[in-house]
């Protein structure tokens, strides 16, 4: 079989910068399941996936622009600490906070009396390289096409921080 739209495929992958920094990788797990076509994974990933045969290994570098996108210096909010919503706790760096849009932003600095929020990917900017491999190639079920994701047992396979 070959990897094409509607197809469920299993895959191994993991993903580094351009300086070979490990940035995530599930191959002491459970191989990650996506639906073809399903935008279940990164678009450019998945397009550049297609065509791929079972057992078959690709390597796939992603500019920013295909992946998480370009670094925008616009999405860093500074907000006064008596603003910070009280029920999200003290704010403390490292912190991520849900906003009202459904994203999320991460507390990146604390400055005298200002909370500093970046809403950018903790990827954005990073042109990543995925070393990719093919495991298993089945046609997707009528219920998986109408979900647009697989439904099979699927256990929490990807590493901290998935970029998938």
Do not use: W
Request: aromatic fraction near 6%.
């Amino acid at each position: 079989m070959v990897v094409t739209k509607n197809n469920i495929i299993s895959i191994y992958y993991s993903v580094t910068d351009m300086d070979g920094n490990k940035i995530d990788s599930n191959k002491e797990f459970e191989p990650l399941q996506y639906l073809q076509g399903g935008e279940n994974i990164l678009p450019s990933l998945e397009t550049a996936l297609e065509g791929a045969v079972l057992n078959e290994e690709r390597e796939v570098t992603l500019e920013p622009y295909q992946g998480y996108g370009d670094y925008n210096d616009q999405l860093i909010v500074s907000v006064n600490k008596e603003n910070f919503p009280a029920h999200l706790g003290h704010p403390e760096q490292g912190m991520i906070v849900d906003i009202d849009e459904g994203g999320e932003m991460i507390v990146i600095a604390l400055k005298d009396n200002k909370v500093i929020l970046d809403g950018n990917h903790p990827l954005a900017g990073k042109t990543l390289h995925f070393s990719v491999k093919v495991v298993s190639i089945r046609e997707a079920t009528t219920d998986e096409l109408q979900q647009k994701h697989p439904l099979s047992q699927q256990r929490e396979i990807c590493g901290p921080g998935c970029c998938c």
